[in-house]
Each structure stands twice: as structure tokens, then as C-alpha cells.
């Protein structure tokens, strides 16, 4: 069995007198978990509670989960309606809206025949407490960043009794909130302390 210091003088050896960076294993995940769910397992409902079991199996139970319980249904379920199912938040700007949105959100389900979200997990060690990088990715088209992030910010809670709380919850919670691939992936970083 190679030891540590066999490895360093093997790519020393390999790269003349070079030797490759140390590698840092405080930036490597302390674990990393993803799920990728089609059209057909969508339907069966909520993953967040599963997600949310391999975490307590790994993790324990902590305070800190509560809040990650959050942000991944909020991220999952913009991901589902919105990507995968091209829902229009609009249909929730009255409370018989809101019953609509669930109607339309029925039949779209029933119907849809392609489409995925992915949801992936890194878990990082901090000094203190510790961070996950979620990544969640749906099959949608996408939707104007800009627009969508300019109207969130500038909406009082009068306007968002019925959409928009979740993206505005989920940047409250977290460190960061990117999006990527014209918003049909977002990243965010959760860090406990």
C-alpha cells in the first residue's frame, strides 16, 4: 500500500521537478448526494421528505435542517411548477387564482410526457458550523432572471400574500442565490454556525 509521501514522489517523479499543489481537504465536500427524478416519479409526489431522511441518516438531527427542509421544498417546487410544468405565478395574485394555479398545476402534472429536476448536495465543514451547496436543475426553458429578481425585490409583502415568498424566503436564508442556464438552475449556499 502506497503512503502519502510513495504518491508526492511518484508525481514529483512524473513531472520532473515539480510537484503537483497539496490538495486542500477542507475545500472538498465532507459528502455529496443528488437525485434526479423524470416525469414519471414527479408524479409520485414530494422528494424533500427522502432527501431530508438521507441527511438525518448521515447528519443526526440538528436545528440547522429545519431551515434546509425549507429551501429545498421552496427550490424543488419552483423547479417542478415553474420549469417542468411552465405554471404562470400570476394565476396566484387572488386566493381563487391560487385554486386555479393548484387546478392548472393537476392537469399539467396528468399530462406533461418529458421532464427532470435534479437536486444535488454538497456538504462542507466549516471551522464553525458548516455550509451546503445545493444545486437544483429542471428541464424548463428557463425564465428572465433580471425581471423576475427586479420585481422580488421591489414587491411589498401586500403583493406576495399569494407568490414570490419562497425565492425572497430561500435568499434570506442563504448565503448566496445564483441562477444559471437563463434560471433553470439555481445555486444556493446554506451555512449553519
Known amino acids: ?3 502519502r509521501f510513495d504518491v508526492t514522489k511518484k508525481i514529483k517523479n512524473l513531472q520532473g521537478d515539480k510537484v503537483l499543489p ?4 477542507a475545500a472538498m465536500p465532507a459528502w455529496e448526494w443528488q437525485l434526479k427524478l423524470g416525469v414519471e ?8 421528505p427522502i432527501i431530508m431522511d438521507q441527511i438525518y441518516a448521515i447528519e443526526g438531527d440538528e436545528p ?3 431551515n434546509l427542509y425549507t429551501i429545498l421544498t421552496e427550490l424543488f417546487v419552483n423547479a417542478m411548477d415553474h420549469g417542468v410544468l411552465s405554471l404562470n405565478s400570476a394565476l396566484k395574485n387572488s386566493a381563487e387564482g391560487f385554486g386555479q394555479y393548484f387546478d392548472e398545476r393537476e392537469k399539467k402534472l396528468n ?13 462542507f465543514n466549516e471551522k464553525v458550523g458548516g455550509k451546503i451547496l445545493i444545486t437544483v436543475k429542471d428541464s424548463g426553458p428557463g425564465f428572465d432572471v433580471s425581471d423576475v429578481m427586479k420585481k422580488l425585490d421591489t414587491m411589498n409583502d401586500a403583493e406576495r400574500v399569494y407568490s414570490g415568498r419562497g425565492l425572497k ?3 434570506h436564508l442563504c448565503e448566496t442565490l445564483e441562477f444559471k442556464e437563463k434560471g433553470s438552475l439555481v445555486e444556493v449556499t446554506y451555512v449553519w454556525r
Open 1 to 3: 500500500m502506497m503512503n
Open 22 to 25: 497539496q490538495l486542500s481537504y
Open 41 to 48: 416519479r414527479l408524479r409520485c409526489g414530494n422528494p424533500i
Open 64 to 66: 440547522q435542517w429545519e
Open 111 to 123: 399530462n406533461v410526457d418529458t421532464g427532470f429536476v435534479h437536486i444535488a448536495l454538497k456538504r
Open 169 to 171: 424566503l430561500v435568499k
